[in-house]
């Protein structure tokens, strides 16, 4: 995320090192590379200029109380400053009403219908609620199938009206629907467009009149850089949304968006999207946000990730599993696929302090599980429980059904041996022996 923008700005700091303090020189050298990367990033350029205008003031002013070097001070100041233009403090969701009531807006392809999905799987399984999902694009058939299989993938209900041509009275219809079925949340997806056009703004508006949502959530592909930024006012101008929601930040967005977008409409981006699955969904720290620009990683979001995909149940199973030395493949499987769950394997990387940076140019494949998969899929169950069966024949056998190598499921079966061991090591007698000595 961001890595470009991220490099530039630490060449930036650069120039500061080896310098003893700040001085009215070495601070605009600095700072013309700061604001050449954010112009770079697709940042315009007024907000660029304020922004290297407030670093500057602060830069000078706090010269002389701080004990930091000239680069610390300087990152400290630009991350500071940075969390205060994407909007200081995280803003939450308004979930009031009965039922709340979220109307989704903008262009087609921002990934509206995708992130409607998101939302309703994100307030079912993180808030406890119950939410309805609603078809309102009645110009494209597809779009209807479309919010029909997310809702089906995350098992939530979907509401549409197969033939009625006005989306004003279907979405008056779903929140009636809702109410009689027990919903508490209705997310409302509406019809986009390639670009903003008037009818689509009459039609939105026309919506938002008649429905008066708790929440108008604007959504926008991060990967368009100005041109978000641009859409997001337009919309603004009609809707008065409340929160921008910025989507694709795990592709190659610059990152124009997500710095300027704040300030531009003065809403706040409540929620961004970091893939194609239905958890990928994260809410927007700026203060977070910023340390991952810098470079400094996200050790707190990459924890959340974590706790999230943890069930507590899975793992007591599992422990007994390793107990009875019945761990086997296909426990392996589970935990890759929790693993996977927490977001694509650059992404969770980049989360991790220094690590983006100094594994900038290792390809760290998206599917970085494939090949180990492949080959425990291509095991029949015995095997999977029994890796010890495993002879030459098997294993040619797999290595073929798996497109991959003898080597490879060798390779695979020694790691899978060296971990079981260890775990039972952890389990048994050394554990054990260790937690005596810690007073366990
Ligand atoms: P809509 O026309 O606004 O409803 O857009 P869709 O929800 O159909 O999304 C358009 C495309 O973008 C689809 O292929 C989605 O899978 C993809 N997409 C949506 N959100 C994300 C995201 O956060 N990251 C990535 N990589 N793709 C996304």
Redesign the pocket.
């Known amino acids: 995320m961001f890595d470009n923008l991220s490099d530039k700005l630490d060449k930036a700091f650069h120039i500061l090192k080896g310098h003893g303090k700040i001085t009215d020189v070495n601070v605009a050298d600095t700072l013309k590379e700061v604001r050449r990367a954010l112009l770079d990033a697709d940042v315009n350029f007024k907000i660029a200029k304020d922004f290297t205008t407030r670093v500057r003031d602060k830069a000078i002013g706090e010269n002389v109380l701080t004990t930091l070097q000239p680069g610390q001070l300087m990152v400290k100041i630009v991350k500071d400053e940075l969390t205060e233009l994407m909007g200081g403090d995280a803003a939450g969701i308004n979930l009031s009403g009965t039922p709340t009531v979220i109307l989704m807006s ?11 999905g998101k939302l309703a799987n994100y307030l079912k399984t993180k808030k406890n609620k119950k939410p309805l999902l609603v078809a309102c694009d009645i110009y494209r058939p597809a ?1 209807i199938n ?1 919010l029909h299989v997310v809702g089906g993938q995350i098992g939530v209900e979907v509401y549409s009206e197969e033939g009625n041509r006005n989306p004003v009275e279907i979405a008056q219809n779903a929140i009636k629907h809702a109410k009689a079925n027990g919903f508490n949340v209705v997310i409302v ?1 509406t019809a ?1 467009r390639l670009a903003v056009d008037e009818e689509m703004m009459n039609e939105i508006a026309n919506v938002h009149k008649a429905i008066e949502p708790q929440e108008t959530l604007f ?1 926008v ?1 991060a990967m368009t850089g100005q041109d978000a930024v641009n859409t997001a006012k337009a919309f603004n101008d009609r809707l008065d949304f409340d929160g921008v929601i910025l ?5 190659d967005t610059r990152g124009g968006a997500a710095i300027t977008i704040k300030s531009v409409v003065n809403k706040p981006i409540k929620f ?5 699955k239905m958890e ?1 969904i994260d809410v927007f720290y700026p203060a977070r946000m910023a340390e991952r620009i810098l470079g400094m990683g996200d050790v707190v979001s990459l924890v959340e990730r974590a706790q999230e995909q943890y069930d507590e149940e899975e793992a007591r199973k599992l422990q007994k599993k390793i107990a009875k030395n019945e761990f086997g493949f296909d426990d392996f499987l589970s935990q890759i696929q929790q693993v996977k769950k927490m977001g694509n394997m650059k992404d969770l990387v980049g989360m991790i302090p220094g690590a983006g940076k100094a594994l900038k140019d290792v390809e760290i494949e998206d599917d970085a599980f494939k090949h180990i998969e492949a080959i425990i899929h291509s095991m029949t169950p015995a095997e999977r429980s029994k890796p010890a069966v495993l002879d030459a024949k098997r294993k040619t056998r797999i290595a073929k059904g798996s497109g991959t190598s003898i080597q490879q499921v060798n390779q695979l079966l020694k790691q899978f041996d060296q971990m079981s061991k260890m775990m039972k090591m952890m389990q048994g007698g050394a554990g054990k022996n260790l937690m005596r000595m810690m007073g366990g």
């Open positions: 903008g262009l087609q392809g921002s990934g509206k219908t995708t992130f409607s779009a479309q997806d986009g959504v592909d989507t694709k930040l795990d592709g961004v999207g970091t893939g194609e990928a």
